[in-house]
């Protein structure tokens, strides 16, 4: 490979946007093994490899692609699984762009080496080639331990657990398991089978996984304690949303992101009515906010039929807090931004249905306390959107179910839990936490971070537990 | 999978059903609800719980058989098996000892207001409780209610039996001096007795049947106004003082997805009503 080549990214392909505007199957195809080969053949082999300092749980970056290159694909998967549990899931959700890619050397002179999409090649390969399920390691005492939620944080600590030895449990309050990944980030962007083999991986490994248990309700922390447990993780994610506290938020056809989405995804409304959960989506869709959820929503109304979408963001196209690659993929399917715009008022038909939205223009003031310049409204510049469906994405915040019925928890005024950076420890003996309820609503792979670094304690204190030191 | 351990229709399409749920049994009370889905494909139905046995380790929940899920449902023989039954869900019902009660519940509602009751009468509570139905033979938990009740009272809706209406309870509301009351029905049966019951400024606790997706404080679906506030009923309720509630609001939110409900129950009858899907 000469220097000219090594610079330049391997492409992966897209399904065609003509298409794909039409239905659910994912967008981004995945490399072939000979694009996977060119890619990891111009990866450097850095010595004081950068793209490892990029990202949130030090995967070994260079010896995952080395094995790549030299067609050893099982043994590049099992490279990645001894730091990441969900690999084809990050290779395909992870905001590589400012994470290890930002910091591969190459970046420098050309293109980064595309690091998630090799991720994603080499964690399909090993599901489609069949996943080898490893023998429990049972080292030192064993405990038996409750993991409430089942995301990216949860799934971490039980695999990472039951690998140790440990009786592992699995509380998850929804039918099926998975958070986020399965309820949220939709089918063409995330296969929900994808997710469903990365959580029957963890029944194999004999986490038993109990859906339908809502904790809190059906057992409080203490009452786990009582039957049991000897330490317990709390993963239950950011699940409460956010409303405007405008006038006509009330209206039918205004959604928080959570509901449309559970629709969509969870209860595939839009498989109605095969399925038995509905979802209306009329012509004109606004999405109000401007992240990842926002953009999730967003095309998924293009793909249920919308004719005209747009994206309400009250600050400018390079405040977006979105991927890049999805705010694109967005802009190429034809979703309409509206930047610097900020809704103030729903007004509704005679039936109770939404029919328009007064916005507002914004200018950028100063910054902010996150850094971000501030939008402030130009006074006057009112106007009508013509909308009949509106999906509120302005952010979340943690369920407060379990932090209301647990007694000596420290929680913060904004309803995430306290627990140490290192060792994920609350102030609750026993009991663990991380993931978006410590965090706030953050990434797969930071809930996924916190998650190794709770199963590393949690195994310590059971060890210090069980043989009294 | 959730066994159905005994099933029965105890008004016209109004069915008493007793699900195998031994982890949820002991943790149930009055007020609370569960959320079933039959299958695969099925969707989230909420239910308020009517009962539990505890020795069996069962949850009781009596449904009206009003659209596709439930009609479907309403299909399903002791043996067989749902997918989904997860609870208990909803904050428990406010018991204590309140002095006298007044407990009005109409259809289907009057099977966990049976519930409540029960818990109300262990609390030494006077009981004043009013029976509604649509007519005599739609009479679900009458003589149940009857049981605990210190005074009791029937209303149908076309005069076939007792009261006619519930215009009636107003006079009650004249006569005597209530400390709590208690209402579970359709939401026009919530207004109409709150409308009542305002004029003394007597705490009137409603159960809002909202719509609901997940039931569990995720989707917002439920949300309501109660005292100007944005209340979830699933996390927050489902009872509320009715004094503060925008029952107007709830009526209009609840009517969204009537075209589509409609269509659902039109396949379905049109099928020949079965769709038992694997
Ligand atoms: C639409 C959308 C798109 C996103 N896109 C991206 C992306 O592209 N890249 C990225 O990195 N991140 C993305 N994120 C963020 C990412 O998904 C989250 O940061 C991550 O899932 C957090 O993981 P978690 O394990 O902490 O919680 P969650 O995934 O939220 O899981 C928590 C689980 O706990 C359950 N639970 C809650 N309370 C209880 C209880 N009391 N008892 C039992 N179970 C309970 C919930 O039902 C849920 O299943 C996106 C988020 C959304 C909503
Ligand atoms: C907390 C809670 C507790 C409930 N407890 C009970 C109970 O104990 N017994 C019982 O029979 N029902 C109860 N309900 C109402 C029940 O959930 C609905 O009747 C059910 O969703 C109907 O489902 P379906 O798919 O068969 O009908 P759908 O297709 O959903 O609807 C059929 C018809 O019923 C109407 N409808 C739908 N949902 C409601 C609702 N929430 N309230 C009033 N009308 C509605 C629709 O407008 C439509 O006309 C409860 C609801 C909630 C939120
Ligand atoms: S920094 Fe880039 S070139 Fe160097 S090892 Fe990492 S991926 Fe390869
Ligand atoms: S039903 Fe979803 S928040 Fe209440």
């Known amino acids: 490979m000469d220097r000219e080549q090594r610079k330049q990214e391997t492409p992966m392909a897209k399904q065609d946007v003509v298409d794909r505007i039409h239905n659910f199957y ?45 067609g050893n694909y099982r043994a590049s998967a099992a490279k990645l699984k001894e730091f990441n549990s969900l690999p084809a899931v990050c290779g395909r959700v992870c905001p590589q762009e400012n994470q290890c890619q ?31 399920i490893p023998e429990k390691q049972v080292e030192g005492a064993t405990g038996k331990v409750a993991i409430v939620g089942s995301g990216p944080a949860g799934l971490t600590v039980a695999a990472d657990l039951i690998k140790q030895g440990h009786e592992v449990v699995m509380f998850e309050s929804l039918h099926y398991a998975g958070g986020v990944l399965m309820y949220g980030i939709p089918q063409f962007r995330l296969p929900k089978e994808i997710v469903q083999a990365e959580i029957d991986y963890i029944k194999k490994l004999g986490v038993d996984v109990k859906t339908n248990y809502t904790i809190g309700r059906i057992f409080t922390i203490d009452e786990l304690f009582a039957d049991g447990y000897d330490a317990i993780f709390i993963g239950s994610g950011a699940g409460l949303p956010n409303f405007m506290g405008i006038e006509g938020e009330n209206l039918g056809g205004v959604y928080s992101a959570n509901e449309y989405l559970i629709r969509i995804n969870l209860m595939k409304g839009y498989l109605f009515p095969e399925y038995d959960t509905p979802i209306r989506i009329g012509k004109n869709v606004a999405v109000i906010g401007g992240g990842n959820v926002a953009m999730d929503a967003a095309r998924c109304s293009l793909r249920l039929g919308a004719e005209k979408v747009y994206i309400v963001y009250r600050r400018a196209r390079e405040q977006l807090p979105a991927r890049e690659e999805e705010a694109e993929n967005a802009e190429e399917e034809g979703i309409i931004f509206n930047l610097l715009t900020n809704p103030v008022k729903f007004t509704g038909d005679e039936s109770g249905w939404v029919n328009g939205m007064e916005c507002i223009k914004m200018e950028l003031g100063e910054p902010d306390a996150s850094g971000r310049r501030r939008p402030v409204a130009i006074e006057g510049s009112n106007f009508m959107m013509d909308v009949d469906t509106v999906v509120i994405a302005i952010g979340q915040t943690p369920n407060p179910l379990i932090q209301r019925t647990t007694d000596g928890l420290e929680t913060t005024k904004w309803g995430t839990i306290v627990a140490d950076d290192e060792t994920a420890a609350t102030s609750k003996e026993g009991v663990y936490a991380g993931g978006d309820v410590v965090s706030g609503a953050a990434t797969v792979i930071s809930a996924m971070g916190a998650g190794r670094k709770a199963a590393k304690s949690i195994h310590e204190y059971i060890q210090k537990k069980k043989t009294g030191q | ?41 099925g969707e989230r139905v909420p239910l308020t719980i009517a009962g539990v046995d505890l020795q069996k380790g069962t949850v009781s929940t009596a449904f009206h058989a009003v659209g596709k899920t439930t009609k479907e449902f309403a299909k399903y023989k002791a043996g067989e098996s ?27 509602w009057c099977a966990p207001l049976h519930y409540t009751a029960t818990a109300l009468k262990k609390n030494n509570n006077k009981l004043v409780v009013v029976c509604a139905g649509r007519t005599k033979n739609d009479m679900v938990y009458e003589n149940q209610l009857k049981a605990v009740a210190d005074e009791f009272h029937v209303a149908t809706d076309d005069g076939s039996k007792g009261n006619q209406g519930l215009d009636f309870i107003a006079d009650i509301l004249k006569a005597q001096k209530f400390d709590h009351a208690i209402v579970m029905g359709p939401v026009s049966t919530l207004k109409k007795v709150v409308e009542m019951t305002k004029p003394y400024n007597l705490k009137t606790m409603v159960t809002l049947a909202s719509l609901m997706v997940d039931g569990t404080g995720m989707c917002g679906a439920c949300r309501v106004t109660v005292g100007g506030e944005m209340k979830f009923a699933c996390m927050d309720g489902p009872e509320f003082n009715g004094l503060d509630v925008d029952f107007d609001e ?13 269509m659902a129950s039109m396949i379905y009858e049109k099928l020949g009503g079965s769709v038992k899907r694997g």
């Open chain 1, 102 to 132: 930002e910091q591969c050397v190459l970046g420098k002179m050309g293109d980064p080496i595309s690091i998630g999409r090799l991720e994603r090649f080499a964690a399909d390969w090993e599901r489609n080639a069949g996943v080898e």
């Open chain 1, 26 to 70: 994912e967008v981004a195809l995945g490399y072939t093994e000979e694009q996977a080969q060119r890619e990891a053949t111009r990866c450097l082999q850095c010595p004081n490899p950068r793209c490892v300092q990029g990202c949130p749980v030090n995967i070994d970056i260079p010896a995952f692609i080395k094995e790549i290159k030299e």
């Open chain 2, 250 to 262: 709830l009526i209009s939110r609840q009517r969204v997805y009537l075209p589509e409900e409609r």
């Open chain 2, 82 to 108: 749902i997918m989904d039954f997860s609870g208990p869900l909803g904050n428990p019902a406010e018991v204590e000892n309140f002095g006298k009660v007044l407990l009005v519940g109409a259809g289907v």
């Open chain 2, 1 to 41: 999978m959730f066994k159905i351990v005994s099933k029965e229709e105890i008004a016209p399409n109004i069915h008493l059903i007793e699900i195998a749920a031994p982890d949820m049994a002991p943790k149930s009370h009055p007020g609370q609800f569960v959320i079933i889905r039959i299958d695969d494909k």
